[in-house]
T-cell receptor, first 121, second 111 residues
Framework: GAVVSQHPSRVICKSGTSVKIECRSL??????MFWYRQFPKQSLMLMAT?????????EQGVEKDKFLINHASLTLSTLTVTSAHPEDSSFYIC?????????????????FGPGTRLTVL | DAKTTQPTSMDCAEGRAANLPCNHS???????VYWYRQIHSQGPQYIIH???NNETNEMASLIITEDRKSSTLILPHATLRDTAVYYC????????????FGTGTRLQVTL
């Protein structure tokens, strides 16, 4: 199956610093990747859609200047949390669908990374 | 995307079949039914998906009613490692198509 990795798996940082999270598709190319956030005991909330070679599309209420997304290649998207504060502490998860012919079963199934736990002190 | 409703929680004895229901009464003709699960502190894991026919893979079976307004995920022989939150999601096909997660069903498999 398609594999998505994230790095780091967990990070602790001081308030006011910036943190970069990487999302990689290991065995497929992805034109589109997605970033989610999950607070304790809650479901996943979509933050933004990352498009290779173009600007990300942010969901309503997500600050694009605070959560910078760069999708520089077909296998890598990065999320940078700028000037992090304790309320940004959360579980950040990315997903991607293999780029391929449409219509085939499973070719547009989203596969998720293992997640990055961010703690801002 | 159409919304889904699932029971908040379910219990299942190890070795027995776990049947997880999902209602999606407003599903559109071009929307698939996807099932994912999330084990604590991990990213969601894809299980199975279908459009209108029943589907089976190495993990589970998906039964979709003829009117497509509901479906059931079946784990034929649940184990303790199947304890997780199971999400039923309806979504149109396409690599840029979003997944909208609801609250899911927390399945607890017990000895």
């Amino acid at each position: 199956g398609a594999v998505v990795s994230q790095h780091p798996s967990r990070v602790i940082c001081k308030s006011g610093t910036s943190v970069k999270i990487e999302c990689r598709s290991l065995d497929f190319q992805a034109t589109t990747m997605f970033w989610y956030r999950q607070f304790p005991k809650q479901s996943l909330m979509l933050m933004a859609t990352s498009n290779e070679g173009s600007k990300a599309t942010y969901e309503q209420g997500v600050e694009k200047d605070k959560f910078l997304i760069n999708h520089a290649s077909l296998t890598l998207s990065t999320l940078t949390v700028t000037s992090a504060h304790p309320e940004d502490s959360s579980f950040y998860i990315c997903s991607a669908s293999p780029r391929g012919t449409s219509g085939g079963r499973g070719t547009d199934t989203q596969y998720f990374g293992p997640g990055t736990r961010l703690t801002v002190l | 995307d159409a919304k889904t409703t699932q029971p908040t929680s379910m219990d299942c004895a190890e070795g027995r079949a776990a049947n997880l229901p999902c209602n999606h009464s407003t599903i559109s003709g071009n929307e698939y039914v996807y099932w994912y699960r999330q084990i604590h502190s991990q990213g969601p894991q894809y299980i199975i998906h279908g459009l209108k026919n029943n589907e089976t893979n190495e993990m589970a079976s998906l039964i979709i009613t003829e009117d497509r307004k509901s479906s059931t995920l079946i784990l034929p022989h649940a184990t303790l490692r199947d304890t997780a939150v199971y999400y039923c999601i309806v979504r149109v096909a396409g690599t840029a198509s979003k997944l909208t997660f609801g609250t899911g069903t927390r399945l607890q498999v017990t000895l």
